[in-house]
Each structure stands twice: as C-alpha cells, then as structure tokens.
Nanobody, 123 residues
Framework: QVQLVESGGGLVQAGGSLKLSCAAS????????MGWFRQAPGKQRDFVAA????????YYADSTKGRFTISRDNAKNTVYLQMNSLKPEDTAVYYC????????????????WGQGTQVTVSS
C-alpha cells in the first residue's frame, strides 16, 4: 500500500509561482512512476506531469511544458511540482498519483492517489 500526501497549494496572483510537494509512504519506488494531475470544477481530471522514479525521466502536458517542473528527492520519498508563470486557467485541485511500471498520462492507470491540494490563481 502506498500513501501519498500533497501540500503546498494556495492562492497566488497570475504570473506567480507555487511549489507542490507529494510525500510518499513507500520506501522503494524504483519500479514506480509518479504523476501530477489536476481537476477544475466541472471538468475532467487532466494530466500535468510525470516522472519515472528509477531514471528521473520527466514528461509534461503541452499546457504545462516550459512553465512547470517535476522532480523527486529519493532520500525524502518526495515528488515536487514547481509551477511558474501561473495563469488563472491553472486553477484546480492538484493530485499526486503513483503507478507501477512506466509513466502514463492516463489517470485510470494510476493505482494510488493523494487527497489533493487546491491551487487558485487570481487574475
């Protein structure tokens, strides 16, 4: 069983930055991929970014590429999402997720989810 706890959400003005954290309970993630997803009110849950734990390979949605950076800290079992140049359309609940095997942009393939953290970007 894997437990994921997100933190770092909040209210920020457009153009600002936030850094989300996802602390994982499992000690070894060498065979896992970690992803960030987001869901705005009334909309489907969308892929934001993913990282392969073993080699640190990173993958981004087109809407976040160049503005967001996903990273991991092996010693802390923590994944981060640095979000820069935030836009009002980035407003959503952000979820951290984990899956065995290679990364995916499909949320249905992720086995474990955090509780989510709210990010609100004001114009």
């Amino acid at each position: 069983q894997v437990q994921l706890v997100e933190s770092g959400g909040g209210l920020v003005q457009a153009g600002g930055s936030l850094k989300l954290s996802c602390a994982a309970s499992r000690r070894t993630f060498s065979n896992y991929a970690m992803g960030w997803f987001r869901q705005a009110p009334g909309k489907q849950r969308d892929f934001v970014a993913a990282i392969t734990w073993s080699d640190g390979g990173t993958y981004y949605a087109d809407s976040t590429k160049g503005r967001f950076t996903i990273s991991r800290d092996n010693a802390k079992n923590t994944v981060y999402l640095q979000m820069n140049s935030l836009k009002p359309e980035d407003t959503a609940v952000y979820y951290c997720a984990a899956k065995l095997g290679p990364w995916s942009s499909r949320d249905q393939t992720y086995n474990y989810w955090g509780q989510g953290t709210q990010v609100t970007v004001s114009s």
